[in-house]
C-alpha cells in the first residue's frame, strides 16, 4: 500500500488549482457580488441559486442543503471520492507528483483508489480503441464513418475509435498497463468467459468513448458492423461504479461551455446524430447513452443553464408514432426544467445525421431553428384524439388540455396560448377558455404546485392544501431573528474574512461572549488555529482543521463564504460589531451580578458585598464607555 500523502503536496494541490475552475466544470457559476460566485447546487435539486464559491478563500457553501468545503472536498462529493483519490485526481491535473510518507515518491496501484484506477483504464482504453482505427482491420468502420460523411477530423475531434474483433486484445494491452483482471471486470471493459478468463466486452465494432461532464472517460458506446456480429445494433458499457447511464449525457464535455454561454441545449437521440449537429454548427447537440431522457439528465442541464429567463432546451425527434412518444414523455418532464422546452420534428423520418448527408449544414441549423414549442405540440396531439364536431368532443378536449396551458410558466405565454388553444377547438368565445385556464392556474398556486398534466380539468374547487413548513434557519440551534445573534454571525464572517479589521481585539473575546452555542464552537476553532491575528493565506484551512466536528466545519465555511450585509466593509463596520458583542455581553454580566447582589441580601459578608459590588462598578464604567467611544473603548 502507498503511505499517507505529503502534507505539503496536499496544501500544493489546494493551492494550485482554483475552485471555481473545478466547480465550473460541473455547473455554470455566475457573479454573486463580493467576489463569490453562484450557481445551481449539484447536491441537492433547487431552481433558484444557493450555491456559492468564493475563489479567494478556495471555498464552497449551498445555503439549500449546507453542503461546503474546499476544492478538495467538493471534489469528494461529487464524484464519490476518498481523500487521496481526490487528491491524485487534482494532482494530475495540475502536473504535481505527489511524495508518499511511506513509500517515496509514486504510489503503488494497489493504493490508488477504485475510481481513479478504472478511469484511468478507460483513458488507456479509449487510446487503444483510436489507433486500432487506422489498422487494416478497421477498414469496415471507417468506411461507416465515411457514408455518414465523418472523416479522419471528426472521428478525431470525438475520440471514435475500434475494437479488434479478437477475444482478448484490449485484456491483454490493458494487462501490460498493470490493471488486474478484477478492474477489468469491474470497470466493464472485459468480461467473464466461459473458460474463466477475461475477454474484451467489444469485439469488431465502432467505439464512441461516452465522457462524463468532467470530461473523463467513464464508458463506451459500441455499433455492430459486421453482420455475423448475434450482438444488438448498440452495445453500452453496463452499469460500473464509474458509469451510471440515467446520469451521463454523450457529448457534454463537449457541448457544456456553449450550452451555458447560449442557455440553450439540443437533445438528439444518437452519438452520429450529436456528431453531426456539432459538425454543423449545433455544438450545444447532446444525447442520452442507451435509455430514455430523464430526472437525472435534467438536473446537469439545469446546472448549465441555471436560472436563466431565456434559457432553452430543444428535443429533436422523428416525425414516426415512435418519436411522437418520446417527445410526450419529455413534455411529462417539463416543468422539472429553469426552461422553456421546444420541439424539432426532422422531416421524412430522418434523424439529423440522416438530414446532414441529404441537405448539409444548412438544414440541421435550420431545424433546431424551426422547433416548435414543446407545450404546442403536445396540445395539437392531445385535440387530435377528441371529436371536435360535437360539443361533447369539445369539452372533453378542453378538459384534457386546459391543465396543460395553465402550466406555462410565462403568464403572457399562457394568456396568448389559452387564445390558441380555443381556436384549435373551434370555440369562439375565447374568453372562456382563457378564464378556465386562468382558474386552473389558480387552483394550482393554492395547492402550491403546478397543475397535473395527466389529470383532466377537474369542475369542483377542492380546499387548498397546507402550507409547507417553514425552512429551517441557517445552522443547528442558531435564530436569526435574534439581534444578538444576527450580530455575533457578523462578527464571525468578519473574523473569518477579514481577520485584519478585527484583530487584535478579537482575539480577546471569550467563546462565552457568544450565545449561540454553534458560535461559540466557531470562535473556539478560531482560538485553536491560532486566533484572527494569525489571518495568513492558510488561516482559514487551520480553523477548518481545528473546528471539533462536522458540523462546526461547516459552519466555519458557510460564515467564509456567506457575504457580509454592510454596502461598506471598513473599520467603522467591524468595530460597531466588536462593540455590540462584548456591550451584550457586559450586559449579561451586569444583570447576573445585580442578581446576585439581590439574592445575597443584606446579610451578606461585607468583604464580599463589597467584591461583587467593585466588579459592578468596573462593568457598568466599562460599559457606559463603550457606548460613549465604541470601538475606542474596547
Not at 145 to 151: K, T
Not at 212 to 231: H, Y
Not at 271 to 291: K, N, Q, R, S
Request: proline content about 5%.
Amino acid at each position: 500500500m502507498a503511505g499517507r500523502i505529503n502534507d505539503d503536496d496536499v496544501k500544493a494541490v489546494r493551492d494550485a488549482v482554483p475552485i471555481d475552475a473545478v466547480v465550473s466544470e460541473y455547473l455554470q457559476l455566475r457573479n454573486a457580488g463580493g467576489g463569490n460566485l453562484k450557481g445551481l447546487c449539484p447536491f441537492h435539486d433547487e431552481k433558484s441559486p444557493s450555491f456559492q464559491v468564493s475563489p479567494s478563500k478556495g471555498l464552497y457553501h449551498c445555503f439549500g442543503c449546507q453542503a461546503g468545503g474546499d476544492t478538495l472536498d467538493f471534489i469528494m462529493k461529487i464524484d464519490h471520492l476518498s481523500f487521496s483519490e481526490a487528491v491524485e485526481r487534482l494532482a494530475g491535473q495540475a502536473g504535481i507528483t505527489l511524495r508518499y510518507e511511506e513509500g517515496g515518491y509514486t504510489a503503488g496501484t494497489s493504493g490508488r483508489g477504485e475510481r481513479i484506477r478504472l478511469v484511468e483504464a478507460h483513458k488507456a482504453a479509449a487510446q487503444f480503441y483510436v489507433d486500432q482505427l487506422g489498422g487494416a482491420e478497421a477498414e469496415i468502420a471507417r468506411r461507416f464513418l465515411a457514408e455518414r460523411g465523418f472523416d479522419q477530423a471528426a472521428a478525431g475531434h470525438f475520440g471514435v475509435g475500434y475494437s479488434p474483433a479478437g477475444w482478448d486484445h484490449l485484456t491483454r494491452f490493458l494487462r501490460g498497463r498493470g490493471f488486474s483482471d478484477k478492474e477489468l471486470i469491474l470497470s466493464g471493459l472485459a468480461q467473464d468467459s466461459r473458460s474463466g478468463k477475461p475477454i474484451d466486452r467489444f469485439r469488431g465494432r465502432l467505439m464512441w468513448p461516452i465522457r462524463d461532464i468532467s470530461g473523463e472517460v467513464v464508458g463506451f458506446g459500441a455499433r455492430k458492423l459486421r453482420e455475423d456480429d448475434n450482438g444488438p445494433k448498440y452495445l453500452n458499457t453496463p452499469e460500473t461504479p464509474i458509469y451510471k447511464k440515467s446520469q451521463v449525457l454523450y457529448g457534454i464535455d463537449l457541448a457544456k461551455k456553449e450550452i451555458a454561454r447560449t442557455s440553450r441545449a439540443v437533445v438528439v437521440e444518437g452519438y452520429t446524430d450529436v456528431m453531426a449537429c456539432h459538425l454543423a454548427g449545433v455544438t450545444t447537440a447532446i444525447a442520452t447513452c442507451g435509455t430514455a431522457f430523464g430526472g437525472e439528465h435534467i438536473k446537469i442541464l439545469r446546472r448549465l443553464l441555471m436560472d436563466n429567463a431565456t434559457a432553452e432546451v430543444i428535443f429533436t425527434f422523428d416525425g414516426d408514432a415512435a418519436g411522437q412518444k418520446a417527445a410526450l414523455r419529455a413534455f411529462e418532464d417539463d416543468q422539472k426544467f429553469a426552461a422553456e422546452t421546444s420541439i424539432a420534428i426532422t422531416p421524412g423520418g430522418m434523424d439529423p445525421c440522416d438530414l446532414r448527408l441529404a441537405q448539409g449544414d444548412a438544414a440541421v441549423s435550420g431545424l433546431v431553428e424551426s422547433r416548435t414549442p414543446l407545450f404546442e405540440f403536445a396540445l395539437r396531439h392531445i385535440v387530435s384524439r377528441h371529436n371536435l364536431e360535437n360539443p361533447a368532443g369539445r369539452a372533453a378536449a378542453l378538459d384534457e388540455a386546459a391543465p396543460v396551458v395553465a402550466g406555462i410558466k410565462n403568464i403572457a405565454i399562457q394568456h396568448e396560448s389559452a387564445v390558441q388553444l380555443a381556436g384549435m377547438l373551434g370555440i369562439r368565445d375565447e374568453q372562456f377558455v382563457v378564464k378556465r385556464v386562468a382558474q386552473q392556474a389558480r387552483w394550482a398556486r393554492e395547492r402550491g404546485q403546478q397543475p397535473d398534466r395527466r389529470q383532466p380539468a377537474r369542475r369542483q374547487e377542492q380546499a387548498p392544501a397546507a402550507a409547507p413548513a417553514a425552512v429551517r434557519p441557517s445552522g443547528p440551534a442558531l435564530n436569526l431573528r435574534s439581534p444578538a445573534h444576527r450580530t455575533e454571525r457578523e462578527l464571525l464572517k468578519l473574523a473569518l474574512q477579514r481577520p485584519a479589521l478585527v484583530s487584535p481585539a478579537f482575539d480577546a473575546y471569550g467563546a462565552d461572549e457568544f450565545t449561540a452555542p454553534p458560535y461559540a464552537e466557531v470562535r473556539r476553532a478560531i482560538q485553536d488555529a491560532g486566533g484572527a491575528a494569525q489571518g495568513t493565506e492558510d488561516y482559514l484551512a487551520r480553523v477548518r482543521e481545528a473546528a471539533p466536528n462536522d458540523t462546526v466545519r461547516a459552519l466555519v465555511t458557510e460564515l467564509a463564504v456567506e457575504a457580509i450585509h454592510a454596502k461598506t466593509v471598513d473599520e467603522v463596520y467591524a468595530g460597531v460589531q466588536l462593540v455590540q458583542v462584548r456591550l451584550r455581553a457586559v450586559d449579561r454580566r451586569v444583570h447576573e451580578i445585580q442578581g446576585q447582589l439581590a439574592r445575597l441580601g443584606p446579610q451578606a459578608p461585607p468583604e464580599q458585598h463589597a467584591a461583587i459590588q467593585q466588579e459592578l462598578w468596573v462593568l457598568q464604567q466599562y460599559g457606559q464607555r463603550l457606548r460613549n467611544r465604541g470601538a475606542e473603548g474596547l
